[in-house]
């Protein structure tokens, strides 16, 4: 019985952790891509043509520095 009981309260704990689990500062999250992986994917897919491609690449390049 005390064992079942260890048991249960473990298993609420552990439920309320996951649900409330924030993110850690350096953690990354698949919602927060980088901007350069979207724009060539975009590029990619056939959404932008080349010059945008390059003039857009090359802002978010200078805006990194």
């Known amino acids: 019985m005390t064992l079942a009981m260890v048991a249960f309260w ?3 704990v552990f439920a309320v952790l996951t649900l409330f689990r924030t993110e850690r500062p350096g953690e990354s999250t698949p ?3 980088d901007p350069m992986q979207i724009l060539d994917e975009r590029f990619a897919r056939g959404e932008i043509d080349e010059d945008e491609y390059r003039a857009r690449s090359s802002v978010l390049r200078a805006s990194v520095h």
């Open 31 to 33: 919602d927060r891509r």
């Open 10 to 12: 473990a298993l609420v």
